[in-house]
């Protein structure tokens, strides 16, 4: 057994490393020509420096890990489609079918294997991924004014007994700082009571307070009185966190997922709308699962009868069915969060009926054919 297990996983292995290179280079060269417009940008942070072509070099090898993340399913299909189909064509699958390797010890074998693939993507998604997306967005913050999403940045919440404060962050800056900070504080019956403006500001880690910089700060006691100040710094008591807003300030399939879990609970304790976050989050927990989906996908291949047809076919298939799921799987989280289905079934439905789909094409091909 142990034969055919290193002679399955490595021709497996190395056909997904193959592959897997084979697209990052691809996607790594379309990053390096979509940056190229940042070329000759100054810095922010250091005087007299420009954003040149190492920096470019730097922030693609940053995002490699992010395409890894995104590119692992799919190099994974496309490798065990063709590692099978390859055995097959040699006939080694067949002489290991006649030597007792059954379906079901098959179908377990690439199962441990693609359970080994969803580890590392689970591991390269929640870990490197993450601050290595960080630090490529801190490097582009330093010649583009700081990291923002859109054009009115993040939007958080804030309940407490009596009132409750809406919070605007425009952009964070390279060190750190936030940029463009506006606050709403409503009384118990929704009437604006205080608004807050403040230039820059920080979060003490250890306190809460936002240390806030330029501020200008309207009262509003009663429909006829308001009053204004002009106040060179602020300190603003929040259970707000500066995590909190590294977070918010992240794209959502970017977040390690126990990040996106208490992002999640924060917006539903403030009442906000948590259907989009709480379905990339079941998608990023049913993510590296699709790696086991993929290898159970492709072991059908290994019992197809071909001997003098060549394999491009057979690997141009696995990358119709690749692509096919990924498009699923993104329809359906927008469908489930327009619909407001149930995140779970959003995430998870795609993955489930390829599984079904794949697990029925290996029965009929083993037990019919």
């Not at 009929?364 to 054919?369: A, E, F, G, Q, S």
Request: net charge positive; charged share 20%.
């Amino acid at each position: 057994m142990k034969t055919v297990r290193r002679l399955i996983y490595g021709e497996v292995l190395a056909a997904v490393a193959f592959v897997l290179l084979a697209f990052l280079a691809l996607f790594s060269f379309f990053d390096l020509i979509d940056d190229l417009s940042s070329l000759g940008r100054p810095s922010l942070v250091r005087p007299g420096d420009q954003y040149d072509m190492t920096d470019a070099l730097l922030y693609v090898g940053l995002l490699l890990p992010s395409r890894l993340y995104e590119l692992m399913p799919i190099a994974v299909l496309i490798g065990t489609v063709y590692a099978m189909a390859r055995l097959a064509q040699g006939s080694e699958f067949t002489i290991l079918r006649t030597s007792g390797l059954g379906p079901g010890r098959a179908l377990r074998l690439v199962a441990v294997l693609g359970v080994g693939f969803a580890v590392l993507t689970f591991a390269v998604g929640d870990y490197l991924a993450p601050a290595a997306e960080r630090q490529g967005q801190l490097l582009k913050a330093q010649f583009r004014g700081g990291i923002s999403i859109g054009q009115t940045g993040a939007w958080l919440r804030e309940r407490t007994q009596d009132t409750h404060t809406s919070v605007n962050v425009r952009a964070l800056s390279p060190d750190g700082e936030l940029r463009g900070i506006r606050l709403f504080v409503f009384d118990a019956h929704g009437r604006v009571r205080e608004t807050v403006r403040a230039a820059a500001g920080t979060i003490d880690a250890q306190t809460g307070v936002w240390h806030l910089r330029e501020v200008e700060r309207q009262r509003f006691d009663d429909a006829q009185h308001t009053r204004r100040e002009a106040l060179a710094t602020l300190d603003w008591p929040s259970s707000l966190s500066a995590d909190m807003l590294n977070v918010a300030l992240l794209k959502p399939q970017r977040m390690r997922t126990l990040d996106l879990f208490n992002y999640v609970r924060h917006l539903e304790a403030n009442e906000q709308t948590a259907q989009r976050y709480e379905i990339e989050f079941w998608r990023k927990l049913f993510y590296p699962l699709s790696c086991v989906v993929m290898v159970v996908l492709a072991l059908p291949f290994a019992y197809l009868h071909f001997r003098n047809q060549g394999l491009s076919a057979y690997v141009f298939a696995g990358i119709m069915i690749g692509i096919s799921f990924f498009l699923i799987n993104s329809v359906f989280g927008h469908i489930g969060n327009l619909h407001d289905w149930q995140p779970w079934l959003a995430a998870g439905a795609p993955s489930a009926l390829y599984s079904l789909l794949s697990l029925a094409a290996f029965g009929w091909l083993v037990l019919r054919r």
